[in-house]
């Protein structure tokens, strides 16, 4: 049992030392452990908080690549750094290299964009014409599930009562308490920030706004 099983047990009202409903093992925190994994899950993706880096070395002629990331997965790029011009590619996207030159794939040359293919992989335009350049990526990412409670949990600190709230919702659904998971889910959003980007009622809309003397007018 880790930090954040205590955590949902004890906000659901279980003796952690000798709990009712759960035990201390896999199976026995399996129902727990997935609703972590999903607010885990949900967090990372709208939050963003969770960024790698990949070095991706170039290839000659070569305009299409695949990160190789192991068992995370890629969420959505945020920059793309030219190492050895130093200077950064613009996202782009196939229509609208199909605009602009339906022969796009048949450019070389030095690297001005790129586009995300699919969860793994990536575009670059024009091909490179050379193998003396890497591209630095920086993208969010979804951490793998945990499986035990010897598994690293990677969440912000931040954010960890946001996903034991977002559990004990769910076990409240679980057993059909409508009210309660209600009651957990909004604690949830308010820790994300949600309810701070989406209010319930317009008066509560959070906007720039400045205080400027009127535009003067012609007399007389």
């Known amino acids: 049992m880790n930090d954040l099983e205590t955590l949902v047990l004890r906000t659901i009202g279980e003796n952690v030392s000798s709990p009712d409903v759960f035990t201390d093992t896999d199976s026995g925190m399996a129902q727990i452990r997935d609703s972590l994994n999903d607010a885990i899950e949900e967090i990372s993706m709208l939050t963003g908080s969770l960024k790698a880096s990949y070095h991706l ?7 299409f690549y695949r990160f190789e990331l192991g068992k995370d997965k890629m969420a959505w790029i945020t ?6 011009q130093k200077r950064r590619l613009e996202q782009t996207d196939i229509i609208r290299l199909n605009k602009f030159n339906p022969h796009w794939m048949r ?3 030095t690297p001005q964009s790129y586009f995300p293919i699919g969860k793994d992989a990536v575009g670059i ?3 490179p014409a ?21 598994d690293r949990i990677r969440v912000r ?9 977002f559990a004990v919702g769910e076990y409240y659904a679980s057993r ?3 009210k309660s ?19 319930k009622s317009y008066e509560q809309v959070s906007r720039y706004q400045t205080n400027k003397e009127p535009q003067p007018r012609p007399t007389g």
């Open 157 to 165: 600190s931040n954010y960890r009562w946001a996903a034991v709230y």
């Open 107 to 109: 450019n070389t040359g």
């Open 125 to 127: 335009w024009p091909r």
């Open 57 to 63: 070395p170039m290839e000659d002629s070569k305009g």
């Open 181 to 199: 998971a209600l009651y957990y889910h909004g604690i949830y959003l308010d820790k994300l920030g949600v309810q701070a980007l989406y209010p």
């Open 79 to 84: 920059d793309a750094w030219l190492v050895g």
């Open 176 to 178: 059909g308490s409508a």
């Open 130 to 150: 050379s193998e003396t350049d890497v591209i630095d990526f920086t993208f969010v990412i979804v951490p793998d599930r945990y499986d035990s409670d010897t």
